[in-house]
Structures are given as structure tokens and as C-alpha cells.
């Protein structure tokens, strides 16, 4: 059975974002594929602080939050769902110190993420979405993570009113599961 991990940035309760990951893991295919969600909200993930002890140490050394818990759970994972609340155009800053130190230690520690599949998801309500989404696809190649394409960009326009507008978001949910789809395909070919 292979894993699919989804981490979700935002720190509301049962926000968009924290929506729109477990609905993307849901579309997998129970038979095939397990699936995880972090929602970050719960959890401490400090800044990098540029210290570049994970070249020797081969880990991270900042050790009093719960980065090694999430970042295990990513080595382990086959496939990777990272979705964001959309902040001033740009992806969520904790949600960002998880990815800055996750991509350093990956570096250091040995390709860990080769060959995994996965892609963003990011939440706005009206502006700032291709800024996220990009940072996010950035992070993803530049760390060896094949994304697959979908029907349309992977994103909500959600969060004017409600936590939990993105239910209503019936285009994105549409875009996701078709992403989920391209995903599952590439997933089991690299079996
Ligand atoms: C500090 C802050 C900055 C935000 N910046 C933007 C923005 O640049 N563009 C936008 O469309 N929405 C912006 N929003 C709205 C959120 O992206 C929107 O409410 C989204 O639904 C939040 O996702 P969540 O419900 O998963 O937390 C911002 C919200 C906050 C709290």
C-alpha cells in the first residue's frame, strides 16, 4: 500500500485549506493508497535559523518543536499534498519553516525525496494565488518531486465568510480530484 501524506498550512480551525487537503486525500483509492493528514495548526514548527549544522549533523538541530515528527512523516510518505492559506501572496510562514528545513535536511541527509509525487493546493479569497502556487511548485522541483498536471490549477478562491466556505467550492474540488487521478496514475507506474 503506498502513503500519501497531505499538510495543511493553515492555523484555523477547520479552515479551507485543512478542507481542501483531506478532500484531496479522500479522492485516493482506499484500496491502494493510505493517507495521512498534518494540519500544522496543532503543531510548532520554528524558523530555520541558517545555522547550517544539518550539513554535519545530517539532521536538524533545532529540536525542541515538532519538526523531525512532520519531516519523518515526509521521508516515509510516497506521495506529498502540501496546501496553503494564501498571506499576502505568498505561502503561510510556518507552513514555510517546515519546507525551508525539510529541503535543507533532505539535502544534507541524502536525497530522501527522490522519486516521490505530489503537488501544492492554495487557498485564497481573491488575490495572490499564482505567488503561492509558485513557491510551492518551487519548492517541490527543486527538491525532486515529480508533480503531475490537472485539468486547471489546483486552488480555492475561498475564506471572504465563512472557515469552511471552500465546501462550496465545487470547481476546485473538481480540478483536485482530477489532480488526484494524475497523481494515483503516476504513483502506481512508479510502484
Ligand atoms: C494575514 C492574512 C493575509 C492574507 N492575505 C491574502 C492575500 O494576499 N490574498 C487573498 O486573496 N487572501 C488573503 N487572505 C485571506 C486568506 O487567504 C483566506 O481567508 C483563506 O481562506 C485562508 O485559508 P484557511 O481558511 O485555510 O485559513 C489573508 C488572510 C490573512 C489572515
Not at 533545532?62 to 499534498?81: H, P, T
Request: glycine letters at 8%; one cysteine or more; proline letters at 3%.
Amino acid at each position: 500500500m503506498q502513503k500519501v501524506l497531505g499538510v495543511s498550512g493553515s492555523m484555523r480551525d477547520k479552515g479551507n485549506t485543512e478542507f481542501l487537503t483531506g478532500y484531496a486525500l479522500s479522492q485516493f483509492d482506499e484500496s491502494r493508497f493510505s493517507s495521512e493528514l498534518i494540519p500544522l495548526k496543532d503543531l510548532t514548527i520554528k524558523p530555520c535559523e541558517g545555522c547550517y549544522s544539518c550539513m554535519e549533523a545530517k539532521k536538524c538541530i533545532i529540536d525542541d518543536d515538532d519538526f523531525e515528527f512532520v519531516f519523518n512523516k515526509m521521508a516515509e510518505a510516497d506521495g506529498l499534498i502540501i496546501g496553503s492559506p494564501v498571506y499576502f501572496s505568498a505561502v503561510h510562514p510556518q507552513l514555510m519553516s517546515l519546507l525551508d528545513r525539510a529541503g535543507f535536511v533532505r539535502i544534507w541527509s541524502g536525497e530522501r525525496f527522490s522519486g516521490k509525487v505530489g503537488g501544492p493546493i492554495t487557498v485564497a479569497r481573491r488575490a495572490g494565488q499564482n505567488m503561492a502556487f509558485a513557491q510551492l511548485l518551487m519548492w517541490f522541483f527543486i527538491n525532486d518531486i515529480i508533480v503531475p498536471g490537472s485539468s486547471y490549477w489546483t486552488i480555492s478562491v475561498a475564506g471572504a465568510k465563512a472557515a469552511r466556505d471552500a465546501e462550496d467550492d465545487q470547481e476546485a474540488q473538481l480540478h483536485i480530484s482530477h489532480f488526484v487521478n494524475n497523481m494515483s496514475k503516476v504513483m502506481t507506474a512508479l510502484k
